[in-house]
C-alpha cells in the first residue's frame, strides 16, 4: 500500500518535496511520472543500500531518499521546470536485473499526486 502526498502548483524554479507512505519496503522502490501526452516513465529509484538512479532529464534537480524508520519515500524536487508537470507515482517492487534496480516499471503503484510548473 503506497500513498503520496506532496504535489501541487508551483513557478518554474521552484521547489516542491513529494511524499509516499508505504506499509512494506521492497529492495528497490522509486517514483515513476507520467507527463502530457508521454507514457509513464521512471524518475529515481533507490536501492536496500541506498545506491541512487535517476533519469537524465532530473538528475542535479531531484533527490530520492528514503526514512526507514518511517516508512516514508521522499522525492525533493528542485529547479522544477514546465516540462516536469505531470502526475507523479510511488512504486515499490521495481524491476530489477542483476541487483540493480531499473527505472523501466514495478509491480506496485500509489494512486498518483499531481505536479504542475508554470512558466
Known amino acids: 500500500h503506497l500513498v503520496e502526498s506532496g504535489g501541487g502548483s508551483v513557478q518554474a524554479g521552484g521547489s516542491l518535496r513529494l511524499s509516499c507512505e508505504y506499509t512494506?519496503?521492497?529492495?528497490?522502490m522509486g517514483w515513476f511520472r507520467q507527463t502530457s501526452g508521454k507514457e509513464r516513465e521512471g524518475v529515481a529509484n533507490?536501492?536496500?543500500?541506498?545506491?541512487?538512479r535517476y533519469t537524465g532529464a532530473v538528475k542535479g534537480r531531484f533527490a530520492i531518499s528514503k526514512d526507514a524508520a518511517k516508512n516514508i519515500l521522499y522525492l525533493q524536487m528542485d529547479s522544477l521546470k514546465p516540462e516536469d508537470t505531470g502526475m507523479y507515482y510511488c512504486?515499490?517492487?521495481?524491476?530489477?536485473?542483476?541487483?540493480?534496480?531499473?527505472?523501466?516499471?514495478?509491480?506496485?503503484w500509489g494512486q498518483g499526486t499531481q505536479v504542475t510548473v508554470s512558466s
Open positions: 533507490i536501492d536496500r543500500h541506498e545506491r541512487r
Open positions: 512504486a515499490s517492487d521495481l524491476y530489477e536485473y542483476g541487483g540493480v534496480c531499473e527505472l523501466t516499471g514495478a509491480n506496485n
Open positions: 512494506e519496503s521492497t529492495y528497490c
